[in-house]
């Protein structure tokens, strides 16, 4: 590794400087990776969040004393995480670097930071120095954002870099508030009313110790900047489905949700309730989703999403042979279609699952490759280094993680990319398809994605667009991408709080409004909150199989900004370690109406169901004791708002709650609030105040009373 530089941040081995004054800094770097075994090794790679974790991607060269092993990297300004890869297939942390992270699913990962040359000293909002490189505003997305009347104006800069940052605008001065700020940047942000009629102009204030400094559209330029100017005519709001926010999800793993047909079921499949392991089946089928369709209605479900369902050779399906045809183990195409239309009379809605990273090596325009090589015309479908094709590791071919079973697609290949959103068209006709939820969208070309949006939002606009990325998706949410992430960080976070009991309770709601505020609000309300998920350990096994802590981060699932989704088996207690073994197959036995955590389930579900302010406010966090473990938080919609209430400690404990004045506080004095799982009512005093007791390890859920 490079040496660090006294602000922490590792020192820059090259840069571009800019040859004339009107551009702006550079924006990447290069970074020196050495690495020295104490052992031979016959291979070192590196790979990290830079180049989607490929360990076939950036392999070191060793030097010539054959011991010291090194590459150089070309780089964005960032934060990355990272491991050497030995071998192969031995996974390291890297021993030089200076920093480590837990993703938060159980592996710890090297940090890498890359700065500017403008970070070379501490930031300090007393010293008059400001970073220019980090100053951005553009009059789009991600930097405005309009929603619900407010237009919501941002403005990135250096963490800890200046002491107020003010907008002016129509010979007014609105202050702009902190609202996200890690080790590289910080966001301010201001609310606005605005009718998208009038035209804007406006510029920034910043204020660094006693120096007050303009930015507007020209600041690296040699004149005065200049405002940024905000057309009316040509700002396009970021329109996403209104239906996901009042849905509750229920994730379906295929071939372990029921086994209806034994007809279809593959030769080698496992008893039911048996251990799974990586290569198992277990016969789930349509059949047996569909015989339970009166369980997910009166669970009180309103979207189904499948894991892939189509035709491949493993239990998971992520690696595609066919994609027009469904798996013949999980039934036919027209059993799948007749299955979602009779969850749509329910008023279940559908979202399937699709792998557009790469295919499982049997796909047909793979396999004609491996036969025909260079003549072949699917040659430029995949990223084929060298001929023949070698199906061994390394392959000489692009894979997804360096795995030579599942060939990486180039998808900005004209006839690729046709074919893949032609795969779309075909299951929006063929089955009421209301999302799209796409696997390790992160490592697949934008450039799809926009193509993608285009295509299935000018079928039907309401068609919900959810990518997989396990941290910040701000670059895919910006309007020509997705409509929402699967929200990896929220579950994280509720790992560390309520399972492991790591984080302080005001780190945990700092961390809820950091994650809520990377995204234009219309975007959180549609992102999936999960616990579980069929790539992590359940919920339940994280906390030791303590029910209660289960209950409480469900309670905050079903009650903050998203669509909480369920991962099938999680509302009965269901339990199990990292991939196969929570892929157990559904316990039917435990659905019974004397189990307590179905009991709270479907409470939670009813409650979200029948609250338009659970499903669609704004949150504020209200109080965190630190001491007491415990927090509260409010949602806030058409001048209704509803408290939340929490007790992570193992003692009963009385919390003062606060709730600032404005209409929807008006409303809640006058007619009280109701908590919705015990019943007992609550009033506010003149002063908007209120307290509760909660005993250990539980939870309030307090509503406006029914209209």
């Not at 379906?252 to 499949?269: L, S, T």
């Not at 277990?282 to 894991?307: E, K, N, W």
């Not at 269901?574 to 479907?602: F, H, I, Q, S």
Request: charge should be neutral; charged fraction near 20%; hydrophobic fraction near 35%.
């Amino acid at each position: 590794m490079a040496v660090a530089s006294p602000s922490g941040w590792a020192q820059n081995t090259h840069q571009n400087e800019p040859s004339q004054a009107v551009e702006a800094p550079p924006s990447t770097t290069q970074q020196v990776i050495v690495f020295k075994p104490a052992n031979s090794v016959k291979s070192v790679s590196i790979a990290g969040t830079f180049n989607s974790w490929d360990r076939a991607a950036n392999p070191l060269k060793a030097d010539a004393d054959g011991k010291t092993w090194r590459t150089t990297l070309t780089l964005p300004f960032g934060k990355y995480l990272y491991k050497l890869v030995i071998d192969g297939d031995t996974w390291i942390q890297d021993p030089q670097a200076s920093k480590s992270e837990d993703d938060g699913n159980g592996n710890t990962n090297s940090v890498m930071f890359l700065a500017p040359p403008d970070y070379a000293l501490p930031a300090s909002p007393l010293d008059g120095v400001t970073a220019e490189s980090a100053l951005l505003h553009t009059t789009s997305l991600p930097y405005l954002n309009y929603d619900r009347g407010q237009l919501t104006i941002s403005l990135r800069t250096r963490a800890n870099d200046l002491k107020e940052v003010r907008l002016k605008l129509g010979g007014h001065r609105y202050p702009m508030s902190l609202v996200d700020s890690d080790e590289l940047y910080a966001r301010y942000q201001v609310q606005i009313p605005w009718n998208r009629k009038r035209d804007l102009i406006y510029d920034f204030e910043l204020v660094d110790g006693s120096k007050t400094e303009e930015f507007g559209a020209n600041r690296f330029s040699e004149k005065a900047a200049e405002p940024f100017h905000l057309r009316a005519k040509e700002f396009k709001p970021f329109v996403t489905p209104d239906w996901v926010e009042r849905s509750v999800i229920y994730q379906i793993f295929p071939d372990r949700f029921a086994n209806g047909d034994k007809r279809n079921d593959p030769p080698d499949v496992q008893p039911w309730n048996s251990k799974p392991s990586g290569g198992s089946w277990f016969g789930g089928d349509a059949a047996g989703v569909s015989r339970h369709l009166p369980y997910l209605s009166d669970l009180g479900i309103s979207t189904v999403y499948f894991t892939p369902v189509f035709k491949s050779p493993s239990n998971h399906r992520y690696d595609a042979e066919d994609y027009m045809t469904v798996d013949p183990r999980f039934g036919t195409n027209a059993e799948f279609a007749a299955l979602t239309r009779e969850m749509k009379s329910r008023g279940i809605r559908t979202v399937m699952d699709f792998a557009f990273n790469h295919t499982a090596t049997g796909f047909p325009q793979f396999a004609d490759v491996v036969k025909n090589g260079k003549a072949s015309p699917y040659k430029d479908w995949y990223f084929i280094k060298s001929f023949p094709v070698l199906m061994q590791y390394p392959p000489n071919y692009q894979s997804f993680s360096g795995a030579w079973q599942m060939p990486k697609l180039n998808v900005v290949n004209p006839q690729t990319q046709d074919f893949l959103l032609g795969v779309a068209g075909y299951w929006k006709k063929e089955v009421p398809l209301a999302g799209l939820r796409f696997d390790v969208a992160d490592e697949v070309d934008m450039r799809l994605w926009r193509s993608m949006r285009k295509y299935v939002k000018n079928i039907d606009p309401q068609t919900w667009i959810v990518g997989e990325t396990w941290g910040n998706a701000s670059a895919w949410l910006t309007g020509d991408q997705w409509d929402a992430a699967m929200n990896y960080p929220f579950l994280f976070a509720n790992v560390e709080f309520f399972a492991n009991g790591k984080t302080a309770a005001s780190d945990y709601t700092k961390r809820l409004m950091q994650i809520y505020n990377w995204y234009p609000p219309q975007v959180s309300r549609n992102m999936m909150n999960m616990l579980s998920t069929h790539d992590t350990t359940r919920f339940l096994t994280q906390c030791h199989g303590d029910q209660d802590l289960l209950r409480l981060a469900a309670t905050v699932q079903f009650t903050w900004v998203g669509a909480p989704s369920i991962y099938y088996g999680d509302e009965i207690g269901m339990e199990g370690a990292r991939d196969p073994d929570n892929r157990r197959g559904m316990d039917w036995n435990m659905v019974r109406r004397d189990n307590p955590m179905l009991t709270y389930y479907k409470q939670l579900i009813k409650l979200r169901n029948s609250s338009r302010v659970l499903q669609s406010g704004d949150p504020a966090i209200l109080l965190a004791d630190d001491q007491a473990r415990t927090f509260a938080y409010s949602r806030t919609f058409d001048n209704q708002v509803a408290v939340i209430a929490v007790n992570r400690s193992d003692k009963p404990q009385t919390i003062q709650i606060h709730l600032p004045g404005n209409s929807a506080t008006q409303s809640a004095s006058k007619t009280g609030l109701i908590d919705g799982l015990t019943g007992r009512q609550v009033s506010l005093d003149t002063g908007n105040a209120f307290s509760i007791t909660l005993p250990a390890l539980h939870a309030a859920i307090l509503l406006p009373p029914e209209r």
